[in-house]
C-alpha cells in the first residue's frame, strides 16, 4: 500500500507594504488547500529584494493573518537570510556543468532579434552561451549566470487552469539564476526553499505559471520532488484594473478598520467559487467546505466588499 504523505503547502508573501485583498487571497486559497487535508501550513518571507522589503511590513503580515485566523505551523527562515544555501546550490549547477555567465544589457536583451512572447518578455538567444574564455575575459562589467535549458517539453495538471506545458528552449531559453549584483533570483531561490521545506502544493497567482516548468527543471536538477501547483486568479478591481500594493487598493489597513475577519473571508469564499453565498464565516469553517475543482480560473472581479461598508 502506497504511503500517504501528509500535504504541506506555504504562504510567501514580499514584505514590501501591507496585504491588499489579492494577497489575502492567495493566503486563504493555500490554507484552505492543505488545512481541509490534515496538513501543515509554511509562511515565508520573500525578501530577496532588500531595497524594497521591510521587517515593519513583515510584523504587519503576521498580525494580519493572525486577524484573519490563517494560523501558520511554521515560519521557515527568509530568503535574504539563506544566501549561504543558496550559493551551495549555484555550486551543484556549477559542478555540472550548467551554467555560464551572461554580459547581455536590458537593453541588448529587449532589442535582439529573438522570438518575444505575448506578454511582451523575450526567449533569450543563447547569446553568451557559447564566448570563448578570451571572449569573456574581455568583457567589461559583471555578468549575470544563466543556466542552460534542454529542448524539451514540461509539463503539468494545474489545480486551477488545467493542463500547462512549455519548452523551456523554445518558450524561455537559458534563463538567470544569479543577478550580476550576485543576488539569487526568484526561480532558484523558491525552488530551494519550497524543495528543503519539503513543500507538496504551491499555490499562487496565475501570473506565474510559467514560472513553474523552470522550477520543475531545477527541482529535477537539485533532486527535489515535483509539487503540485494551482495557479489562482487575479482579484480586479471594479473598474478592471488589477488590485496592487503600490495603490493601496483594498489593504489590510483600511478593511479591518470597517470589516470583521469573517465577513472579508467570506466575501472571498463566495468570489472563488467555494460558497454559494458571502455570509460570513472563519476559516477553519471554510476547510470543511473546500476542493480546488470549485475554484475558478479567470479573473475575479471584487465589488461586493463595498456593499459591506
Known amino acids: 500500500m502506497e504511503k500517504q504523505h501528509t500535504p ?21 486559497l493555500s490554507y484552505l488547500s492543505v488545512k481541509s ?3 501543515s501550513w509554511i509562511l515565508r518571507m520573500e525578501d530577496l529584494d532588500t531595497l524594497r522589503t521591510k521587517e515593519e511590513y513583515a510584523a504587519l503580515l503576521r498580525e494580519d493573518l493572525r486577524w484573519l485566523g490563517l494560523r501558520w505551523d511554521e515560519e ?13 546550490y549555484f555550486e551543484l549547477l556549477r559542478e555540472k556543468d550548467l551554467i555560464y555567465p551572461c554580459y547581455c544589457t536590458r537593453s541588448q536583451l529587449h532589442n535582439v532579434n529573438a522570438p518575444h512572447l505575448s506578454d511582451g518578455t523575450y526567449v533569450y538567444p543563447g547569446t553568451c552561451r557559447s564566448l570563448t574564455m578570451e571572449q569573456r575575459l574581455a568583457q567589461s562589467r559583471k555578468p549575470s549566470w ?12 494545474d489545480l486551477v487552469q488545467g493542463p500547462y506545458r512549455e519548452n523551456l528552449a523554445a518558450d524561455c531559453g537559458d534563463f538567470v539564476v544569479r543577478r550580476a549584483d550576485g543576488v539569487y533570483v526568484y526561480q532558484l531561490a523558491v525552488t530551494v526553499d519550497d524543495g528543503e521545506a519539503g513543500v507538496t502544493e504551491v499555490c499562487r497567482g496565475w501570473d506565474l505559471l510559467s ?16 509539487p503540485a501547483y494551482a495557479h489562482i486568479p487575479m482579484l480586479m478591481a471594479p473598474e478592471g484594473r488589477r488590485l496592487s500594493k503600490r495603490d493601496q487598493d483594498l489593504d489590510m489597513g483600511a478593511l479591518r478598520q470597517r470589516l470583521r475577519p469573517e465577513q472579508i473571508l467570506g466575501v472571498l469564499a463566495q468570489a472563488a467559487g467555494i460558497m454559494p453565498s458571502a455570509d460570513p464565516i472563519s476559516a477553519d469553517e471554510l476547510a470543511a467546505h473546500f476542493r480546488w475543482d470549485q475554484v475558478q480560473g479567470r479573473e475575479i472581479v471584487v465589488n461586493a466588499l463595498a456593499e459591506l461598508y
Open 37 to 39: 487535508r490534515g496538513g
Open 211 to 226: 514560472s513553474a516548468p523552470r522550477q520543475m527543471y531545477l527541482q529535477e536538477l537539485f533532486g527535489f520532488s515535483h
Open 76 to 88: 521557515t527562515e527568509a530568503q535574504s537570510r539563506r544566501s549561504a544555501v543558496y550559493d551551495r
Open 8 to 28: 504541506v503547502g506555504r504562504f510567501a508573501p514580499t514584505p514590501s507594504g501591507r496585504m491588499h485583498l489579492g494577497n489575502v487571497f492567495a493566503a486563504l
Open 146 to 157: 544563466r543556466v542552460m535549458v534542454p529542448d524539451r517539453e514540461f509539463s503539468f495538471p
